[in-house]
């Protein structure tokens, strides 16, 4: 399996923006070695009607675009989306430093292709990093958000029944049990039953 099927396979996608063409053909070239699938457009505009459509990966921007200097597209890709984002740049102004600031990766033209290579690489495992504390804080939120949810549960059944706090604890337990549902199931339940 060639590394563009495989990344078809695992949805891994890599969007180059850039408004050369000599940019994305060097970015097609280039994503024979890694296993990313590529797409592409030549304008921020047209890259963010494409993010707000497909999950990315990892977001290359060759600046400067037609219709962006690079740096500002590349904090809003960097705030709104939990892909690597690289951008490229003749001359590092301010706006890079904001980039930066912001998590970008940058990196100055001219540009080995191994060091580009390298910088992608790179942003990929940014990406799955960020993922993966982004799927670990939802757990914990979820878990939280539970937590919360069987508590007021249980002060319910407290306050109306005259239950002990592990008396409700355990009565949550066994319906949810009994019952095949969860416990924020169950809570959720009494709450409707209780609260008014």
């Given at each position: 399996?060639?590394?563009?099927?495989?990344a078809a396979a695992h949805g891994r996608r890599m969007l180059v923006v850039s408004g050369s063409e000599k940019g994305i053909e060097f970015f097609e070239e280039l994503a024979k070695d890694?296993?990313?699938?590529?797409?592409?457009?030549?304008?921020?505009?047209?890259?963010?009607?494409?993010?707000?459509?497909?999950?990315?990966?990892?977001?290359?921007?060759?600046?400067?675009?037609?219709?962006?200097?690079?740096?500002?597209?590349?904090?809003?890709?960097?705030?709104?989306?939990?892909?690597?984002?690289?951008?490229?740049?003749?001359?590092?102004?301010?706006?890079?430093?904001?980039?930066?600031?912001?998590?970008?990766?940058?990196?100055?033209?001219?540009?080995?292709?191994?060091?580009?290579?390298?910088?992608?690489?790179?942003?990929?495992?940014?990406?799955?990093?960020?993922?993966?504390?982004?799927?670990?804080?939802?757990?914990?939120k979820s878990k939280m958000d539970e937590w919360k949810i069987v508590n007021r549960a249980k002060w319910l059944l407290i306050g109306k029944l005259g239950m002990s706090e592990a008396d409700?604890?355990?009565?949550?337990?066994?319906?949810?049990?009994?019952?095949?549902?969860?416990?924020?199931?169950?809570?959720?339940?009494?709450?409707?039953?209780?609260?008014?």
């Amino acid at each position: 399996m060639d590394s563009e099927n495989s990344a078809a396979a695992h949805g891994r996608r890599m969007l180059v923006v850039s408004g050369s063409e000599k940019g994305i053909e060097f970015f097609e070239e280039l994503a024979k070695d890694i296993p990313l699938s590529m797409i592409h457009a030549r304008s921020a505009a047209e890259a963010a009607v494409l993010l707000s459509r497909t999950p990315i990966d990892v977001i290359v921007i060759n600046a400067p675009l037609a219709d962006d200097e690079g740096g500002a597209f590349a904090v809003r890709c960097a705030q709104s989306s939990f892909a690597g984002v690289l951008l490229l740049v003749r001359t590092e102004t301010a706006q890079t430093k904001k980039a930066e600031e912001a998590g970008v990766l940058v990196l100055t033209k001219p540009a080995g292709k191994a060091a580009i290579l390298t910088a992608v690489k790179l942003s990929c495992a940014v990406s799955r990093r960020l993922f993966a504390a982004r799927s670990t804080a939802d757990s914990l939120k979820s878990k939280m958000d539970e937590w919360k949810i069987v508590n007021r549960a249980k002060w319910l059944l407290i306050g109306k029944l005259g239950m002990s706090e592990a008396d409700a604890h355990r009565y949550i337990e066994k319906l949810a049990m009994d019952t095949r549902q969860t416990r924020r199931e169950i809570a959720d339940g009494i709450i409707k039953t209780y609260e008014n």
